[in-house]
């Protein structure tokens, strides 16, 4: 139990760890409460630092001069500004400006705060080893453990909050140079062991931050496991002749690593709280490490003085933090795949590469970019093949003999509205009303080959001439209705997850009464409480793809415009695809490529009837989420086996395989999986997955990471979600033309009155 004087606020503070997330939260705890007694325990001597450059943002900037004005004053003396972007790739450089860039020496940060602290009061340690944090808790009211990526606080206390540590593919080091770069510089070296990239930005006038990194398996080629330091300076040096002028490069006992994630299920342990990357860590390549922990300091010194005690803090703390910094690791988890991935994209044209790397975060999109950098956003549009004014979204794309107006889908989305399989006047409605919307492409839901293959009792069907009827009635309203949009229809089996409730019913619950039995290609029951399916025969494998060809035909008869084969979402085909659903020892089960071999007879056995200048895509799932399920590189050999059998394209989904999955939910979630299968096998993508306004869609299209983009819930919010999309840019050309009947709604209603006269003047009472 920790000693207090008083339940409301922590007068005995320790600080571990003398970096500085740690010292600026004493500081800051010190200068709101003077009568505090703060102390920093630093194992190293005070000018002893890792790294050599920090960047803060502007955003960090104005926390820092609200908070301590004094400290805000110092940085400013000593920042170096800058605004450009300069990425160089094959002999050539293309610039990017407009960014706004503050940085300087992480020694000279760490002299201003250790200056700050002396002014203040704060009791400093250096070269002390702080003691055991269990004494440090029970002697103190608050213990801020800011002890690193490797924090002994964390793993002392890990049965409580619980890290994940994922450590990435890439070796890099922290050098620097003795001159100031120009602009932020990333340089992408293709040698003869693989691709190498320098990170580089200035510091002060005359120095720089350099980081250069590359897969470890690249490290090993090129012989730097064997190198010491100086062997290592020198070779990175000679890599790099050309960025640096032919100088040579410093280190501080620099070594190379791999970057190491961290994630932390909880931040406090009654009176000890996380803070900086002993809590959280983001890949360099965004440059947050020092900003997460300057924002957690600002936080926690805000919560502490707004909350009634420590545990209240503590737990404000954490709730105000914890989804700011999950956003930012999302972000950081992209640039460093993209980096990791860099391979696939050096075949870009240099303009488009660059805008690519730009935007690889999903933080820097299009049209932040045509903000701060318009001549080059414009450039890339151009080379893209963009008509003037015509944003990507709105450029045309064609598979086999379709060409689409747009690259907007509107993704399947089961309505389980159908009676009997019918799809009904709700059908019309809802489908109508999507392609008076102005995608180019609107899709059914999953549309299920037999009574045995729905997903609920309100599943819509192709097993029937009427319900093939009801279809045709549908369709023959997109084509004369909406003239332009294409209408889709997606083929499944629901396999395993059948015989369930409606959705609003409750989502994957078996039904009470009136179920049917199930299928699969296994007999693994989805969740605990559903039925176990049928491990499918050989001759019963033989009626399903005959079900599937049935109801192609029946879809190529009531005129759909494209086929998409459902192999994602554990449902049938999905189930063999999926190591985890898949248990077989017949030739249908065991390796990838047996694993794949029902899923392609029905490909083929459909694309057989299938009329040929209409093309047909394939839906996967390209990651379980689940440990020992589909891989990445799984993905990819399952899209170029589909790609090898005639699919014009892959819509790349992800999970809903198995019911224990752990998403890693966010912005633009799944777009990576979609990029890597498209740069990896050369074939057309859908992206989907939280895909959600037409800056994403204009970025991931023109970043050429996917061809075509699927967007369900916001066409639920919006059924004209793309005529807006266009209305807001300001674009009226062919690719979103309005239905004549809605032309008068083109244009934004007025809300309410924006031209009452500003006042002037401030007058005393």
């Given at each position: ?120 009061g704060v009791e400093l340690r250096f070269r002390s080893e702080a003691p055991d944090v269990d004494r440090l808790a029970a002697t103190h009211d608050l213990v801020v453990a800011a002890d690193g990526v490797h924090s002994t606080t964390r793993d002392t206390y890990s049965h409580v909050f619980r890290p994940h540590v994922a450590t990435h593919r890439c070796r890099y080091i922290w050098l620097a140079a003795d001159f100031a770069f120009d602009a932020f510089r990333f340089e992408i070296a293709e040698t ?574």
């Open positions: 139990m920790a000693a207090q004087d008083s339940p409301d606020s922590p007068l005995r503070v320790a600080v571990v760890g003398g970096g500085p997330g740690g010292l600026y939260a004493a500081a800051l705890l010190k200068r709101l409460d003077p009568a505090r007694q703060v102390t920093v325990w630093e194992r190293n001597a005070p000018d002893d630092t890792f790294g050599f450059g920090v960047v803060l943002s502007d955003e960090t900037l104005g926390g820092i001069e609200h908070a301590d004005p004094v400290v805000y004053a110092a940085l400013q003396r000593h920042f170096v500004r800058w605004d450009d972007i300069d990425i160089v790739h094959a002999g050539t450089r293309q610039t990017s400006g407009g960014h706004g860039f503050a940085a300087l020496g992480r020694k000279r940060l760490l002299q201003i705060l250790h200056d700050r602290c002396h002014d203040l003869e062991h693989g691709v190498m990239q320098l990170h580089g930005y200035p510091y002060a006038t005359d120095a720089s931050t350099v980081i250069v990194e590359m897969r470890e398996e690249v490290w090993r080629a090129a012989g730097f496991d064997e190198l010491d330091e100086q062997e290592s300076l020198a070779r990175c040096a000679k890599i790099f002749a050309d960025a640096l002028g032919g100088r040579p490069l410093t280190s501080n006992k620099s070594a190379w690593t791999s970057f190491r994630t961290v994630v932390n299920e909880h931040w406090s342990h009654g009176n000890v709280v996380l803070l900086g990357d002993a809590a959280h860590t983001a890949h360099f390549s965004i440059g947050s490490g020092t900003k997460l922990a300057v924002e957690d300091a600002l936080a926690l010194a805000a919560c502490l003085t707004e909350q009634p005690d420590v545990p209240a803090a503590l737990a404000a703390y954490e709730a105000e933090r914890r989804p700011v910094v999950a956003s930012t690791q999302r972000a950081a988890r992209a640039s460093l795949e993209w980096f990791e991935n860099i391979g696939l994209y050096l075949d870009q044209p240099p303009r488009q590469f660059a805008f690519n790397l730009l935007t690889r975060s999903r933080r820097v999109t299009h049209d932040n970019l045509r903000l701060r950098d318009a001549s080059f956003t414009e450039a890339v549009e151009r080379d893209f093949g963009c008509p003037p004014g015509t944003p990507p979204m709105f450029t045309p794309f064609r598979l086999r003999g379709l060409t689409l107006r747009n690259r907007v889908v509107v993704s399947p989305m089961d309505m389980y509205s159908a009676t009997d399989g019918v799809p009904g006047d709700f059908h019309l409605v809802h489908l109508g009303a999507r392609a008076l919307g102005g995608a180019g492409l609107v899709m059914t839901e999953m549309v299920c080959v037999s009574p045995e293959g729905r997903i609920t009792p309100g599943c819509a069907g192709l097993y029937t001439g009427r319900q093939a009827e009801a279809w045709k009635r549908v369709v023959r309203f997109v084509h004369t209705q909406a003239p332009g949009t294409a209408i889709g229809v997606q083929l499944g089996h629901s396999g395993r997850k059948g015989s369930t409730k409606l959705m609003w019913e409750g989502m994957d619950e078996p039904l009470e009464e009136g179920g049917w039995p199930l299928v699969a290609a296994s007999p693994i029951p989805y969740r605990p409480d559903s039925p176990t399916p049928r491990e499918l025969t050989r001759s019963q494998l033989t009626d399903i793809r005959e079900q599937f060809t049935a109801a192609a035909w029946r879809a190529a008869r009531a005129g759909f415009d494209l086929l998409e084969l459902h192999c994602a979402h554990g449902y049938l085909l999905s189930g063999f695809l999926s190591p985890l659903t898949n248990r077989r020892t017949d030739a249908y089960g065991g390796s990838l490529d047996r694993r794949l071999r029902f899923p392609l007879e029905v490909f083929d056995a459909v694309r057989a009837v299938w009329p040929e200048e209409r093309p047909m895509t394939v839906r996967i799932s390209a990651t379980d989420w689940a440990e020992g399920g589909t891989s990445a590189d799984d993905a990819v050999d399952i899209a170029r086996a589909f790609a090898a059998h005639g699919a014009d394209a892959i819509d790349v989904s992800t999970g809903q395989v198995v019911a224990d999955e752990r998403p890693e939910f966010g912005r633009s979630y799944q777009t990576p999986y979609a990029d890597r299968i498209r740069h990896a096998t050369g074939r057309p993508v859908i992206a989907v997955g939280a895909i959600s306004s037409w800056d994403d869609v204009n970025s991931l299209i023109l970043a050429g990471r996917t061809d075509l983009c699927a967007l369900a819930r916001p066409h639920l919010y919006d059924p004209h979600w793309t005529l807006h999309a266009a209305a807001e840019q300001g674009y009226t050309g062919p690719g979103a033309v309005w239905p004549a009947p809605y032309r008068a709604g083109s244009r934004r209603p007025q809300t309410g009155r924006t031209d009452a006269p500003k006042p002037r003047l401030t007058l005393g009472g």
